[in-house]
């Protein structure tokens, strides 16, 4: 069975701060897919990115970096210079190679303060 | 525009009273899922289509039925709610399936109030 964890319930930083989200994924397969989704106030939920097991290169994307560690069992997710805006609920997320369920992890809600 | 669109988004019912939750996407999508969100829970998985008449179960099946009938449509259907039903619930769909290389999209979310 696939399990994501998301031991962080809630964080509070000041705008501007670097925070770091902490995933942790726990499968047998070889194959799998993780993600992170942002749901914010409003309630919809937003793709942020997709990474497969076979691609264990890191990704930044503006403020938004994301380091996959094969070794841990880990796809942690980095916000630079947080900003309001930030603030949400974010969901890290297991697909495994051959199914069709999506395992999410039970959040962790950013909250960035001015 | 691309979308998942779910009716109703806002739905206060009572006990044992049938209701239907509707989908729709205009993707052309293969797959759809229905998701449930419970504070502390997260998001858990309720049903999943992997194309027309071909449904399955997820991790909290219990109480929910679903069909899918037409590519576009899918359906979730409560034939007697009770309160531990009361939840956020989101519809997505995507080309093929989490597992494939493509993103899944998701609805607004429709949030259920059983009395």
């Known amino acids: 069975a696939q399990k994501v964890t998301q031991a962080q319930t809630e964080i509070s930083v000041v705008e501007k701060e670097d925070v770091t989200l902490d995933c942790v994924y726990e499968?047998?397969?070889?194959?799998?897919?993780l993600f992170w989704y942002k749901q914010p106030p409003s309630g919809e939920l937003v793709f942020l990115i997709r990474?497969?097991?076979?691609?264990?290169q890191n990704e930044i994307s503006g403020r938004y970096s994301w380091n996959f560690q094969k070794s841990t069992s880990s796809f942690n997710f980095t916000i630079t210079a947080s900003q309001v805006v930030d603030s949400a609920v974010y969901f890290c997320?297991?697909?495994?190679?051959?199914?069709?369920?999506?395992?999410f992890g039970k959040g962790t809600m950013l909250l960035v303060s001015p | 525009e691309a979308q998942v669109t779910q009716n109703p988004r806002y739905l206060i019912t009572v006990t044992g009273k049938k209701l239907t939750v509707t989908c729709s996407q205009n993707?052309?999508?293969?797959?759809m899922s229905w998701y449930r969100q419970d504070p502390g829970l997260g998001l858990r998985q309720i049903y999943y289509?992997?194309?027309?008449?071909?449904?399955d179960k997820g991790d909290v099946p219990e109480g929910y039925k679903v069909s899918r009938k037409e590519k576009r449509n899918f359906p979730l259907i409560l034939e007697s709610p009770s309160p531990n039903q009361t939840s956020l619930y989101f519809c997505?769909?995507?080309?093929?399936?989490?597992?494939?290389?493509?993103?899944?999209?998701f609805g607004p979310g429709t949030r259920l109030t059983v009395l």
């Open positions: 997505a769909s995507s080309l093929w399936g989490p597992s494939g290389t493509d993103t899944q999209y």
């Open positions: 499968t047998r397969d070889t194959t799998y897919y």
């Open positions: 990474r497969n097991s076979f691609d264990e």
């Open positions: 997320a297991l697909s495994v190679g051959g199914y069709s369920t999506l395992t």
């Open positions: 993707m052309n999508h293969e797959y």
């Open positions: 289509s992997m194309n027309v008449e071909v449904t």
